[in-house]
């Protein structure tokens, strides 16, 4: 319950009532008080008012009168009204003239409750019921709009269900990216998302006034003044003409003029392609200044909006198609298909170059990575091929022509030790073939594998293996 209004001339009764509704149980945003039938009825003709609690005596306007005033307000709100025993055949009187219920004094604070109670699920039903038909009704409208398949009979059908509901005279339109919640408000109707647009049908008294409080700081397209449902249609593509048109000229308020001719800008396909190429490369800052010369072009221009979203549509599809590897790490990033999405078309290009400089730097990542795998794989073929000799890191990186630490860093993160133990362990591996496999003396085989020091040799092959070169040996034989 958003407000109850209390009618009632002693203080100390209001103010009982008062402090028993809010200890009730029943949610009410607002409790509202007046002294006689006058005040309430002047309340009651400028606010909404959800229940309206009053006293049968009153000075001024006494709580018949004003009951049968309430009927003819606009908003008519639930009634009680508060009888003493000697009232009580008036209260029955007004209850078959749309009072929902009566009190009787001294008021019980159980019986208000159970009263308030009831009225709240009542006004719960009420509203839930007006929110299906006002979606139903919001769906209907969005038909006129953009159906282009519906037939003049179903056309004539909708208007005649919504032409008492709907834009008794002036409107117009307002299309933008508006996506938030809209309260709302007399003479104004929010249709969210209207092939991605927030639609805001307006009585033309005001189309001033929501300018500048709700839509503030939104880029918008207005339709001209329009009279009637069956101008609707006219006035949606007048309004998202004029959408588009603020969308190119960064604009935040265009209004549809029939003076405006739209022309076509005709890019290649191979002008598309060519920014494409150049995004996984050091060239990708000439890409996007090509892509700032697409946007020039545009803004100079009136382009039709299938134009602009071809062309887009093509860089977009183009640069997935190229580099989808690198793109599913950007899955969480990827580029809104509707360019409306955005305010404007400086917008949309700024979010698409920061998108592009990221996927950039990705390629340009992954493409040193495989530089670098490439590399690290010549440098074990190396190692393969020349452990017998005086290996060192120093060497290996140098003939590859790496950076001494890069290699240090990338050949760790390639095979999972540093270079040291992986020279180790070649050298060990090969030992351990001789040890099994001939007759070789210790220290034959000590260089051999590239260790000119033999001592030094059955150090580390203790090390690695937990036994001399001679004992392992000597359990080679023993397994054979």
Not at 1 to 6: G, K, P, R, W
Not at 166 to 187: A, K, R, W
Not at 287 to 299: E, R, S, T, V, W
Not at 434 to 441: F, R
Request: glycine share 4%; hydrophobic share 35%; net charge negative.
């Amino acid at each position: 319950m958003n407000t109850l209004l209390i009618v009632e001339d002693e203080k100390l009764i209001r103010q009982g009532i008062k402090a028993m509704a809010l200890r009730s149980g029943v949610p009410i945003s607002m409790v509202m008080e007046c002294k006689n039938g006058l005040e309430a009825l002047e309340i009651v003709r400028s606010q909404e008012i959800d229940v309206v609690i009053t006293d049968i005596r009153m000075p001024k306007m006494d709580g018949i009168t004003l009951v049968k005033e309430i009927q003819t307000c606009s908003h008519v709100p639930f009634v009680v009204v508060v009888s003493g025993y000697d009232d009580f055949s008036y209260a029955v009187e007004l209850l078959r003239n749309g009072v929902k219920d009566y009190l009787l004094k001294p008021i019980e604070r159980t019986q208000l409750a159970e009263i308030l109670t009831k009225l709240e699920e009542e006004l719960v039903k009420k509203q839930n019921n007006k929110n299906t038909m006002l979606n139903v009704s919001y769906q209907q409208l969005k038909q006129l709009m953009i159906n282009e398949d519906m037939g003049t009979k179903e056309c004539e059908l909708i208007l005649e269900q919504l032409s008492s509901s709907f834009l008794d005279g002036e409107y117009i339109i307002y299309c933008t990216n508006y996506s938030d919640e809209f309260q709302e408000t007399d003479g104004v109707t929010f249709l969210q998302d209207v092939n991605g647009q927030g639609v805001f049908i307006v009585d033309n008294l005001q189309r001033d006034k929501i300018l500048k409080s709700e839509l503030r700081g939104y880029y918008v397209g207005c339709s001209q003044v329009h009279v009637g449902l069956e101008q609707i249609k006219e006035a949606y593509e007048e309004a998202m003409t004029a959408r588009r048109q603020a969308f190119l000229s960064d604009s935040n308020i265009v209004t549809f003029d029939t003076r405006v001719k739209e022309e076509d800008v005709i890019f290649s396909e191979q002008e598309i392609e060519q920014i494409v190429q150049m995004i996984g490369t050091d060239k990708c800052e000439e890409a996007l200044k090509q892509l700032d010369h697409i946007c020039y072009q545009f803004k100079i221009s009136k382009v039709s909006d299938s134009t602009l979203e071809e062309v887009f549509s093509s860089i977009r599809q183009k640069t997935y198609a190229t580099y989808r590897n690198a793109l599913k790490e950007m899955a969480e990033e990827e580029l809104e298909e509707d360019l409306l999405t955005y305010n404007s078309l400086s917008q949309y290009i700024a979010h698409i170059k920061s998108w592009i400089r990221d996927l950039n730097g990705r390629l340009l990542t992954q493409f040193d990575d495989y530089r670098n795998k490439q590399k690290i794989q010549s440098a074990l073929v190396y190692i393969k091929d020349n452990y017998k000799k005086d290996l060192n890191m120093a060497v290996v990186s140098n003939h590859i022509s790496m950076n001494y630490s890069l290699f240090s860093y990338v050949f760790k993160q390639y095979t999972g030790c540093n270079f040291v133990n992986y020279l180790k362990q070649i050298r060990v591996d090969e030992a351990k073939r001789l040890l099994a496999t001939t007759d070789m003396k210790i220290a034959d085989i000590s260089r051999a594998i590239g260790y000119d020091n033999d001592k030094h040799f059955m150090k580390i092959f203790k090390g690695q293996c937990g036994v001399s070169p001679t004992e392992y040996r000597k359990n080679t034989l023993l397994g054979n």
